[in-house]
């Protein structure tokens, strides 16, 4: 009897991943959509760079021989002081014709090529000066960012130690150079650097708010708190802080205390902050404040009605509270005034297959290929919802661009082999989860569709090596397991190990009927009756109405000999599925009658026979 049908091999339900994209997935790929969404601080924050060079009003040059030098030095100090680097450059580099011995004007122009993104150049010239006598301690420091910027840590960390020798009562000095010793992980000897510095400014918020970044890199977020919340105190409107505390309760899990930091940067130093305002609002709504967030969203409006970026933030909103309406509205709106936002509308498409509003969802999606006919979440939205409307030629279509524009995503691969399978294609199928495997071979769901197809071609060994290679890659695959087990057990194999295999996945899904029944199925083929029909007996229970659990059922009462159970189970099994034609001959053959000529199973066949016709009467 053919068991594993399109609602037992569960690879068909897509996955909670697949089918039902939840809004949480959407909020992250909306997140570059508006300038707003782009503020969202990490999930901790971000390791610490050592400044490289700030620009500062460049020191005066000292007196040159040729009074030509002089003058381009002072036409570039001029250009540098109202910030026209180009300018600048090129004034230096015709004082440095004049005066190619000049260890100042090379330092300059190493500053100004690295602040113009000239990397290669700056570090040239700074390979020229760096070691050589006379300069400053601003200018080392400078230098010194430079280099630690261009991934040269030791030439950096020399110039800081030449600039602390000078000037060892800066403590920006020290500040660089914990930020780098930080950024080689030399965490003890960081903190004791910063530690330096914060002893010559004890009021520094920067010195304790590098030393909680270094807090964060070691891992010790308890630290990392303290001084974060230190420099706070010390500076109540140093926002840096507050964000990065902020990201240190969230990587710590405590969304709570994140909330209530930015409140307290809004309600006492700057209650206008948008960027705050937004990570905010972010929190609140991961932690499902949604009226809380509307509230924020609200006022930011009535500040500022033509505000974008609050107004998609409502919209996400109200999608997470199920409001589609609502939703739908404010996406609708938004894109009239921005109809080229893809993502936008791609959300909008989410919502409206949750109000299975279809048709208005495949417009959608539609609408975004005309836009940008490569548009990878295009295809792969579109190709899923015309597969999960069993339009599958036109998913095929969709699903196949969509694996060749992003090869490494494994769901475009998944569900165009499920809609190859669903139109019997099991060939093409086999060869979309192979393609998928190629490129994601550690992806199990992907190996274990790869050998539900290899069943449809009769290639049992592929099979099980398929479904092995799943359970090797996810140990609590609760779907191969059931797979595998009943495999086994309708083919009579291997039951001991049918039975282990069904009860592991009956323990990772309780109320999975089909799992269940496949248990049941294996204990019959063990001989264990009695188990068998008390879990057969709950797949009923559990699943309902199902053709090839209420054959199973028959069968297991037919081996008690429960004649007229059995005879009724299975009756029932045809009444579900009356084009079962082995099933019609088993009943024959065990003495139980002609099923043909019972007037439940003759009703049973015409209801099939006016439901194939009905579609082309229409």
Known sequence: MQRLSEERRRSCTLGPSMGTRTAAVLLMALSCATAACQSAPPARPDPPVVPASVPQAPRAMPPASDSRASYHFLLGYQAELEQETEQAIKEYQLALQTDPSSNYLKARLAVLYFTAGDVQAAVRFADDVADAPGLDAQMLGQIGGMYAAAGKPDKALRLFNRAIEQEPQRSEHFFAKGLLLANQKQYAEAEETIRSGIKISPDSAVGYYYLGRIGVEARDFDKATTHFEQAVALNPAFEPAYVALGSVYEAKQDRGKAIDIYRRYLQGVNPKNREIRHHLIRLQVSAKQYDEALRELQEMLEEDPSDLDAQLRMGLVYGEQKNYPKAIQQLTQILTLRPSELKVRDYLGYLYEETKDYPHAIEAYRHNLTLEPSYFEGHLHLGVLLYRTKQYPEAIQHLREASRLNPKQPEAHIVLGLSHFQVEEYEPSLQAFLEGIRHNPDNADLHFNAGTAYDKLNRFDDVV????????????????????????????????????????????????????????????????????????????????????????????????????????????????????DKLMQRFRELGLGDPAKEDRIRQAIRRVTERKAAPSAQ
């Open 465 to 580: 090596k398929s479904m092995e290679t799943t359970l090797t890659l996810d140990p609590h695959h609760a779907d191969a397991l059931n797979y595998l087990g009943y495999s086994y057990a309708e083919r009579g194999v291997k039951i001991e190990e049918a039975i282990a295999l069904t009860k592991q996945a009956v323990a990772l899904r309780p109320t999975n009927g089909y799992y269940v029944d496949s248990l049941a199925w294996a204990f019959f083929k063990k001989g264990m009756l009695s188990e068998a029909l008390a879990e057969m007996k709950r797949a009923v229970a559990l699943v309902g109405d199902d053709p090839v659990i209420y054959e199973h059922l028959g069968e297991i009462h037919l081996k008690q000999q429960h004649l007229s159970d059995g005879r009724e189970a299975l009756l029932h099994a045809l009444e579900l599925d009356p084009s079962n």
